[in-house]
């Protein structure tokens, strides 16, 4: 069977041993966030995953979500365990202390994703939902809106939505085609047809608030042209209360490969009565305010379906025992050894090791330049956290994602067959990933907006963000014999980083298609580049702390960053070759010749 | 909406033009299978599929099959599937004539297989466990045991099934604890539980016939104490009909990832009547004789999903418009362009083509020397046949497999969100591939088989079966201009897999484990390099015949080819590499050290 621990462990070395995290104090608004306070807050969020939510993971995906005369349920038990989570106060933990948040810095709070991730990805999409309502309402909502919705998004009462997909378009929104009417009031009426609507209409919360984007009868053509609304299910009282119903009702739910657990609405608006938010047409702005935190967010759902996979398939390793080691018995006592003596097993296993702790460091990493780059006292320190962040979040969304779905199946493969079968929860892994490489922009389009918009930014700025560093790294460490081993493959694969960089810079100014058809394999080369270089941050601090640690932990991951440097930088080789070799072959083929093999 | 055509042209290409299949005809028992008659059989399978099994494929995965009081239901419609089936001879369409079979080559049989299993991968299970176990009583069974089964088999009344995975052992199976008690009539009892039962229960057929691995009383520990048994649900009578219940049942059903609408049965023998097959203890080799075949099956399990996966995100890559090509709107007078416009759908589309077309080449290479070991004349021309299949059956189980899921999930990728939602069908695709990559040996154990039993075997024979050919292709092409973008390619990266062989066979000679932990890199190695030669092949025979051509199909295979070799080839060097760093870091991670982390 699965099976979960909080890796507390892992978390509070990178967040405080690898980067200093309790720093974060110093930041203003943060001074409450002392080291105590931090491994508090991960001990009551590490029981909560354990036992309130991840008890309720396999019987949520079996149970499904049900849709009955215009009435959602969620799966038995997800009720009081909202409640209890939002009672905890968890739904607001990330928020403005001003509407009743706790303030918690976002670095921490990845944390805390995290451990909801690995436990109930699908539960924690329905606070994960809200608190994306939540950012794009305090950044451009206006104080009445502010008053309106914050408090009740916070203490988890209303819950909140992001609707933008249309049946016909999803990835260009400038298709889009509702409509919002405007009223003599002031609000709007909202006319069209949303799918894919996470969390859209369930029975966890009172009201349900729902981001729309709509066109204005007057709107240019395009992505310019879009509004974004707030369209509550009930109309809120001026005593906090519900109103009147809403003109607007789920017409259906999808039925989807995995989270089976979060409802997936079709909405559907008829004349529903909204309020703008921000500025006309500026919809697109807002959206994407929400969406860079949202593109964060789905990267740590892989991190964390990966390290639940990770320790069930570790755990299955040790137990299941089957052939015996290829040098002889290691278990003589026993009619077979543990499958983790088999070189294979292994692996895997430290292939997803490798891979799920080198994504934790680099998602920490982000998340702290990102509380910098919004706390950051000094505009310059803001300015060169935001630059890391903007260049970094589609690598971690892509990247963490793919990840996320590697490690998933590499936990079914260790337990073959029997990680077909559903009831021993691995297979879940697999299909509950495999959304997050589509949602929030597929993982093509991340590379796109890597390639396209962060890559040239500002003469290469946000580059600089992360190349100083790694470069300052390998100077620093050049010299020093223990090191040379780390040094030497990350400074191989960081040439051929920038030796691809430079060479789609060029090729893409002449031909764009050059640059879009190198974009996926530079996305996965930086992928590779920034956990090599993470990774040897980590064994530098491991080597000097492994002799004086019984548990092994230090030494573990020394061990875990050598396999990195052997086995999984190599592949930055074939990504480069691959970029070399250009776009010709990609362009070249007419679109008829894809098919004539079937139709000739 | 997932579409599928069946790719005739493309088999005919590689059969005929490739590899000259019309050749068998030459021998000894296929004289009748001329072009034309291979060509109608074609027609009438890619019918068969597409008219009565692709209908079916959705709906038996949503429905699955049911178990009720001992019953087992299979989905909707696949009673009267199977009926046609069995009326139209395609159970038997591959046996001896002797049983009433058509005795169609093994080459030509795999191109109906690979269109069973593109239109309904979980029907196909049902006559193809079947078909395992006529093998192993054709090779092994008494006559009488032949003449009592084997034209039931043939017409499809009765099924066959393979047990032998028990709770505690799969890959191990001299672990298995069901007995066989002899008894004075010459039958024996047997008793036992076995898992993972594909067809051990269904509605489809009068009969069902269990191929069950047990052990005799007296039996040496280990492989080598394990004998087959036929133990059918009821008794042959002489007149051919069924006579009394056998104490065997379904106990359940496994609920599954996907194939769902194969019965996967638990199957409890009480006492029940069997009959040996073959010599006591000898049941191992009676089961591999099934499994080689049953590998190479397997292998076009995952071919047929990723070519049915392939045309489906073709098709919507085709119609789905979203976004304007890099360059400029292509199709400015709709709203969008298709989003095969897109360098990286395009990448995504290649690589599947690529792939899908390049394993079809490779299966039919096998499957050709599968009919030459079998039939040629001279001893020595069977033997070569035989050293080339057993070389490369684990490769076509493993990295068949693993590009059907690759592509599956390609396909996924292609649709976006709509390819996480169940009506499109995408989804089923990849959770049908993930089995694949699981049953009939883990891939792991393929690649064990490969380096540890196919690779050392009489001096390196094995091996010169496929070392030979491809070093005299590249010698015979390496002065011709022409060819030189493919020859220069494939000799730099067959380069790469002699020096891997070379390197793992004197490490592993030394330690095992180096060849254990080389194994899976090795054996993906071989698979890209077998590809590699093939389109080189598949790309001269396609530049001689692409100027008369207006179809456009030969432009097509030399423009895929271009992209094998520029894109999926450098992959060899991060797999060399990888190879090269050796072992240590896979063994040298003491068993605790993988799990402090979250112990600590």
């Given at each position: 069977?699965?099976?979960?621990?909080?890796?507390?462990?892992?978390?509070?070395?990178?967040f405080?041993?690898?980067?200093?995290g309790?720093?974060l104090q110093?930041l203003?608004g943060y001074?409450d966030f002392?080291?105590?306070?931090v491994?508090?807050?991960?001990?009551?969020?590490?029981?909560?995953?354990?036992?309130?939510?991840?008890?309720?993971?396999?019987?949520?995906?079996?149970?499904?979500?049900?849709?009955?005369?215009?009435?959602?349920?969620?799966?038995?038990?997800?009720?009081?365990?909202?409640?209890?989570?939002?009672?905890?106060?968890?739904?607001?933990i990330a928020?403005?202390?001003?509407?009743?948040?706790?303030g918690l810095p976002k670095a921490i709070n990845m944390m805390?994703?995290?451990?909801?991730?690995?436990?109930?990805?699908?539960?924690?999409?329905?606070?994960?939902?809200?608190?994306?309502?939540?950012?794009?309402?305090?950044?451009?909502?206006?104080?009445?809106?502010?008053?309106?919705?914050?408090?009740?998004?916070?203490?988890?009462?209303?819950?909140?939505?992001?609707?933008?997909?249309?049946?016909?378009?999803?990835?260009?929104?400038?298709?889009?085609?509702?409509?919002?009417?405007?009223?003599?009031?002031?609000?709007?009426?909202?006319?069209?047809?949303?799918?894919?609507?996470?969390?859209?209409?369930?029975?966890?919360?009172?009201?349900?608030?729902?981001?729309?984007?709509?066109?204005?009868?007057?709107?240019?053509?395009?992505?310019?042209?879009?509004?974004?609304?707030?369209?509550?299910?009930?109309?809120?009282?001026?005593?906090?209360?519900?109103?009147?119903?809403?003109?607007?009702?789920?017409?259906?739910?999808?039925?989807?490969?995995?989270?089976?657990?979060?409802?997936?609405?079709?909405?559907?608006?008829?004349?529903?009565?909204?309020?703008?938010?921000?500025?006309?047409?500026?919809?697109?702005?807002?959206?994407?305010?929400?969406?860079?935190?949202?593109?964060?967010?789905?990267?740590?759902?892989?991190?964390?379906?990966?390290?639940?996979?990770?320790?069930?398939?570790?755990?299955?390793?040790?137990?299941?025992?089957?052939?015996?080691?290829?040098?002889?018995?290691?278990?003589?006592?026993?009619?077979?050894?543990?499958?983790?003596?088999?070189?294979?097993?292994?692996?895997?296993?430290?292939?997803?090791?490798?891979?799920?702790?080198?994504?934790?460091?680099?998602?920490?990493?982000?998340a702290l330049?990102l509380d910098r780059?919004a706390k950051?006292?000094?505009?310059?320190?803001?300015?060169?956290?935001?630059?890391?962040?903007?260049?970094?979040?589609?690598?971690?969304?892509?990247?963490?994602?793919?990840?996320?779905?590697?490690?998933?199946?590499?936990?079914?493969?260790?337990?073959?067959?029997?990680?077909?079968?559903?009831?021993?929860?691995?297979?879940?892994?697999?299909?509950?990933?495999?959304?997050?490489?589509?949602?929030?922009?597929?993982?093509?389009?991340?590379?796109?907006?890597?390639?396209?918009?962060?890559?040239?930014?500002?003469?290469?700025?946000?580059?600089?963000?992360?190349?100083?560093?790694?470069?300052?790294?390998?100077?620093?460490?050049?010299?020093?014999?223990?090191?040379?081993?780390?040094?030497?493959?990350?400074?191989?694969?960081?040439?051929?980083?920038?030796?691809?960089?430079?060479?789609?810079?060029?090729?893409?100014?002449?031909?764009?298609?050059?640059?879009?058809?190198?974009?996926?394999?530079?996305?996965?080369?930086?992928?590779?580049?920034?956990?090599?270089?993470?990774?040897?941050?980590?064994?530098?601090?491991?080597?000097?702390?492994?002799?004086?640690?019984?548990?092994?932990?230090?030494?573990?991951?020394?061990?875990?960053?050598?396999?990195?440097?052997?086995?999984?930088?190599?592949?930055?080789?074939?990504?480069?070759?691959?970029?070399?070799?250009?776009?010709?072959?990609?362009?070249?083929?007419?679109?008829?010749?894809?098919?004539?093999?079937?139709?000739?």
């Open positions: 069977m699965a099976t979960f621990t909080p890796p507390l462990r892992e978390m509070k070395f990178v405080r041993e690898l980067f200093n309790d720093d110093n203003k001074g002392s080291a105590d306070v491994d508090a807050v991960l001990e009551e969020a590490g029981k909560l995953s354990t036992e309130v939510l991840f008890p309720l993971n396999l019987s949520g995906d079996e149970e499904g979500c049900t849709f009955e005369n215009g009435v959602v349920r969620t799966p038995k038990g997800f009720k009081e365990a909202y409640q209890q989570f939002a009672a905890g106060g968890w739904c607001g928020c403005d202390p001003e509407y009743g948040g706790q805390i994703e995290e451990l909801i991730c690995s436990s109930n990805m699908a539960f924690g999409m329905y606070p994960g939902l809200t608190h994306g309502a939540y950012n794009a309402l305090e950044l451009y909502g206006t104080d009445e809106q502010k008053a309106t919705y914050l408090p009740k998004f916070v203490d988890g009462s209303w819950s909140g939505t992001m609707c933008l997909t249309e049946p016909h378009c999803g990835t260009d929104l400038g298709l889009i085609r509702t409509k919002a009417d405007p009223q003599p009031d002031g609000s709007y009426k909202i006319t069209g047809t949303k799918i894919f609507i996470s969390a859209g209409e369930h029975d966890l919360t009172q009201n349900i608030c729902h981001l729309v984007l709509a066109k204005l009868p007057e709107a240019p053509a395009g992505v310019k042209g879009i509004s974004l609304f707030i369209v509550p299910k009930f109309m809120p009282k001026p005593d906090g209360g519900v109103g009147q119903r809403n003109s607007l009702a789920c017409g259906s739910l999808e039925h989807k490969m995995g989270i089976k657990a979060n409802a997936t609405c079709v909405m559907n608006f008829d004349n529903a009565i909204g309020w703008l938010v921000g500025e006309k047409h500026k919809g697109m702005r807002a959206m994407f305010a929400m969406m860079n935190t949202a593109r964060l967010g789905v990267g740590v759902q892989g991190l964390g379906l990966a390290e639940v996979a990770y320790q069930s398939g570790l755990a299955y390793a040790k137990d299941r025992i089957q052939g015996r080691a290829l040098k002889g018995a290691q278990h003589p006592d026993k009619a077979a050894d543990p499958i983790i003596v088999h070189p294979d097993v292994r692996k895997n296993l430290l292939t997803a090791k490798s891979l799920t702790e080198g994504v934790r460091a680099l998602v920490m990493w982000v330049e780059s950051a006292e000094a505009a310059e320190e803001r300015q060169a956290a935001d630059d890391l962040v903007q260049l970094l979040t589609p690598v971690v969304k892509s990247f963490g994602t793919d990840v996320g779905f590697e490690v998933a199946n590499i936990g079914v493969q260790i337990y073959g067959g029997h990680g077909f079968i559903r009831e021993h929860g691995m297979e879940q892994f697999v299909r509950d990933a495999r959304i997050t490489q589509l949602y929030e922009g597929t993982n093509g389009i991340q590379a796109l907006d890597l390639v396209g918009r962060k890559m040239g930014a500002h003469y290469g700025r946000y580059l600089r963000a992360f190349f100083h560093p790694v470069q300052e790294f390998i100077e620093q460490n050049a010299s020093d014999p223990a090191m040379e081993e780390y040094t030497l493959a990350l400074a191989k694969a960081f040439g051929r980083l920038q030796q691809a960089v430079g060479a789609t810079a060029q090729k893409g100014m002449g031909n764009p298609n050059e640059a879009g058809a190198a974009a996926m394999d530079l996305l996965n080369l930086f992928g590779y580049v920034a956990l090599g270089y993470l990774w040897a941050r980590m064994a530098k601090l491991a080597l000097t702390k492994q002799n004086d640690d019984p548990t092994g932990f230090y030494k573990s991951k020394v061990k875990t960053a050598n396999f990195y440097m052997a086995k999984m930088l190599p592949k930055t080789g074939a990504l480069l070759s691959s970029i070399l070799a250009g776009g010709n072959s990609i362009m070249d083929m007419e679109e008829e010749l894809f098919g004539t093999a079937v139709a000739a």
